[in-house]
């Protein structure tokens, strides 16, 4: 398996409060996303990196902001969590012309 | 923009049966991957196709990839229940971003 792990694996919060997500490797692969999984909806992408300190928005950025100071951490931070925001978000990691390899994911709810 | 549908969304077979489920997508791509994800689970990859013609077998599954006709399968042969789970396509962005967009799921469950 992957050396992905994601934290914290639950967490529930309030409305208003900042939250910030860790996803961590140990492959020292280039590329590093951030899903969120909903009913019906699949799985979006909320954001990317291609590189240290290089990122790029997704489908669903709206909300959220990452940064990546490090090869191995990339980190999705709710500013201002929202009911809306109560999801299952995903971790993953890639190198180029692979597959992506899914964190085991965090269940986040936002009261 | 790339949009990838799946059909069926939800499929309830009977074990040794047969069948497919299929993914669309809407626009050029080269590369398109099968995923697997249980109930709690996090996703595990089946299947890595690359170029058109592209053809995969594990096991009871086999993937199969068209990019003229923008279409990939994955067919089950004699389903048993150990294949229920709910199973993704995904297919990548053209232009080197390595940026993916999955379909909605499949859900599979297989009755004894």
């Known amino acids: 398996d992957a050396g992905i792990t994601q934290s914290p694996r639950h967490k529930v919060t309030e409305t208003g409060t900042p939250v910030t997500l860790r996803c961590h490797q140990t492959e020292n692969h280039r590329y590093m996303y951030w899903y969120r999984q909903d009913p019906g909806h699949g799985l979006r992408l909320i954001h990317y990196s291609y590189g240290v300190k290089d990122t790029d928005k997704g489908e669903v950025s709206d909300g959220y902001s990452v940064s990546r100071s490090k090869t191995e951490d990339f980190l999705l931070t709710l500013e201002s969590a929202t009911s809306s925001q109560t999801s299952v978000y995903f971790c993953?990691?890639?190198?180029?012309?692979?597959?992506?390899?899914f964190g085991p994911g965090t269940r986040l709810t936002v009261t | 923009e790339l949009k990838v549908e799946q059909n069926p969304l939800f499929l309830s077979m009977q074990e040794g049966k047969n069948y497919t489920i299929y993914c669309n997508y809407s626009t050029t791509s080269d590369r398109l991957y099968w995923y697997r994800q249980d109930p709690g689970k996090s996703l595990e990859s089946l299947f890595v196709l690359l170029s058109n013609g592209a053809v995969k077998q594990e096991g009871r599954l086999m993937a199969s990839l068209d990019t003229k006709a923008r279409l990939s399968t994955l067919h089950i042969t004699a389903a048993v229940h150990d294949l229920s789970a709910t199973y993704f396509c995904a297919v990548i962005i053209q232009g080197g971003s390595e940026k993916l967009v999955f379909g909605k799921g499949t859900k599979l469950t297989v009755n004894p």
């Open positions: 993953a990691i890639s190198e180029t012309w692979a597959e992506q390899y």
